[in-house]
């Protein structure tokens, strides 16, 4: 019962609890190829960036750091008839400088090859695809959370996000047994 509580005490456990929430929740930063530098010609097809993306569990809020020789190199966001064809003549977006931020705002598949003639043909393309939180827990042979995940914001992936539900469902009840 709510009653055994004073209205204070009830009130900073809310604020502890969503604070608590919210740094579970942080969006993630993932280095493209998880580690210095890796926007580039794979040199074998082990190296290949799909190899690593398909390791990682990507949500809406991440974010994707690439990082490449800004004078010789460019990210191209592309479709997927693009991505396929290595097609560089018209880019969804383009990006350049050599340390490109891309936020992932949508769920998904985002397609981006190199900028640079010849370098997708060489295998320098990545596929990210984006699960939206709320169905994240349901992706059927959605890989390991832990492996490959470069840690960032948060020290775990699913564990953490899927605490924080829990934690959103505890105070949902508490203010529910604070209004009645
Ligand atoms: C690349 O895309 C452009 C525009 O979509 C198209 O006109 C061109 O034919 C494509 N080039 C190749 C080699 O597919
Ligand atoms: C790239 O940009 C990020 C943030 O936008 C920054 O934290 C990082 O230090 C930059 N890296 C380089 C090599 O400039």
Redesign the pocket.
Known sequence: MAGCFSRTKISSVLLLLCLFFFSLSEARVYPVGGKDNAWRVPSSEAESLNHWSEKSRFLIGDSLVFEYDGSKDSVLLVTK??YL?C????PVASYRGGNTTVKLERSGPYYFISGEQGNCVKGQKLIVVVISERHSKFTAGAPAPSEGVVPAAAPTSGGGRLHGELVVGFVAALVGSLVI
């Open positions: 008839e693009d064809a097609n560089t003549t018209s």
